[in-house]
C-alpha cells in the first residue's frame, strides 16, 4: 500500500522544479496528480512523461476561471479531489523606491492571488464532498526573513502564511487541514541566475547547517507526508524544510538586487 493510494490531488505549478518533482512522487506513491501550469507545453510534455495517472490542465493562477476550470477538469477526469499543492510562484524584485507598481502588483498576484484564488475552489469541492481533505501551500523561508530588494515576494509569502492560518481556522470544522511549506534555496530554473553567480552557491552552503542547497525531491517529501494520513492532526502550520539555515543569520551583505540576481516582474 502506497502512501497516496486512492487519493486525487492537484498541483499548481507543476510542470517545473519544486511541482514538477512533486507531482512525480504523489504518482510515484499511488495517486492521481491534476498538473496546473501556465506553461502549456511543459505541463503537457511532463504529464504525459508521469503517466496515465497525471493530467495536464494549463492556466493561470490568478486568473479565478482557470482555477475553478481546473478543479472542475479534476473532478471529472478522476472523479474527486482530495489534496492539493498550491505551489506555482515566481520571483523578482527591485530596490522599494524604484520598483514598479506593475511589477510589485504581479509577483503579490501570483504568489499570493493566486493562493488564495486555489484555496477558494479547492475547499468548495471539498466541503462540498464531506470528507474532508489536505490543502498544502507554498511559502518560502522569506515568510518571516527579509530579503533586500524582495518587497513583493516577502510580502506574499508571508501572506501566505498567515492565508494558511486563517484557512485553517475556517476549514477544521470540515476536517479539512491546510500547511505551508516554506522551502529554502532549492535548485530550480527559479534560482538558475543566482546559482550562476560566482560565489553564491558557497556562501549559502556556509550559511545551511546541513551544508548542501535543496532538491526539489526534498520539498516533495514533507509535501507528502502533509498531503497523506500520515498527518491527520497536523494543520495551520508552516513547515520550513531549509537545511537549517533559518536558525542561521544571513550575512548582512547579501543583497541580490545589488549582485544583480533579481529583476522587474512583469508576467
Ligand atoms: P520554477 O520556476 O521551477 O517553477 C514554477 C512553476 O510555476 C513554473 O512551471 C511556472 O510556469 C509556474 N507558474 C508561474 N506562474 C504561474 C501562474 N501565474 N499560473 C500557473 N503557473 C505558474 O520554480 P520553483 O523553484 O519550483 O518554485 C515553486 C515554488 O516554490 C514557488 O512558489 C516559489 O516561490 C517557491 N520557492 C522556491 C524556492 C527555491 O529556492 N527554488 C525557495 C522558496 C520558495
Redesign the pocket.
Known amino acids: 500500500m502506497s502512501a497516496l493510494d486512492g487519493k486525487v490531488v492537484m498541483v ?9 518533482a512533486t507531482a512525480q512522487l504523489f504518482a510515484d506513491e499511488g495517486a492521481r496528480v491534476a498538473m ?4 502549456a507545453d ?2 503537457n510534455e511532463t504529464a504525459q512523461q508521469i503517466g496515465p495517472n497525471a493530467m495536464a490542465i494549463s ?4 486568473n479565478e476561471d482557470d482555477v475553478a476550470a481546473a478543479v472542475e477538469s479534476c473532478v471529472e477526469r478522476f472523479g474527486r479531489l482530495d489534496a492539493s499543492f498550491n ?5 523578482g524584485g527591485a530596490p522599494l523606491h524604484e520598483q514598479e507598481l506593475v511589477a510589485f502588483q504581479r509577483v503579490i498576484d ?2 499570493l492571488t ?1 493562493v488564495f484564488l486555489c484555496l477558494k475552489h479547492q475547499s468548495k469541492q471539498l466541503i462540498a464532498q464531506g470528507e474532508g481533505g489536505s490543502l498544502i501551500n ?5 515568510a518571516t526573513q527579509a530579503t533586500k530588494g524582495l518587497s513583493a ?1 516577502c510580502s506574499a ?1 508571508a501572506g501566505v502564511a498567515m492565508l494558511t492560518k486563517v484557512s485553517a481556522l475556517e476549514l477544521g470544522e470540515y476536517g479539512i487541514r491546510v500547511n505551508a511549506i ?10 538558475e541566475r543566482a546559482r550562476d553567480l560566482p560565489g553564491f552557491d558557497e556562501a549559502m552552503i556556509n550559511a545551511t547547517p546541513l551544508g548542501r542547497l ?1 532538491e ?1 525531491d526534498d ?1 516533495a517529501q514533507m509535501a507528502l507526508f502533509l498531503a497523506s494520513d500520515t498527518s491527520p492532526w497536523v494543520s495551520g502550520q508552516l513547515f520550513y524544510v531549509d537545511g537549517g539555515i533559518t536558525v542561521n543569520e544571513l550575512p548582512p551583505g547579501f543583497d541580490p538586487f545589488a549582485q544583480g540576481l533579481i529583476r522587474q516582474q512583469r508576467g
Open positions: 499548481t505549478g507543476a510542470a517545473s522544479g519544486i511541482g514538477l496546473f501550469d501556465r506553461n511543459l505541463v492556466g493561470d493562477v490568478t505551489n506555482a510562484g515566481i520571483a501570483v504568489c493566486g507554498t511559502a518560502s523561508i522569506n515576494y509569502k516554506g522551502p529554502g534555496h532549492t535548485k530550480t530554473p527559479l534560482t535543496g526539489p520539498i
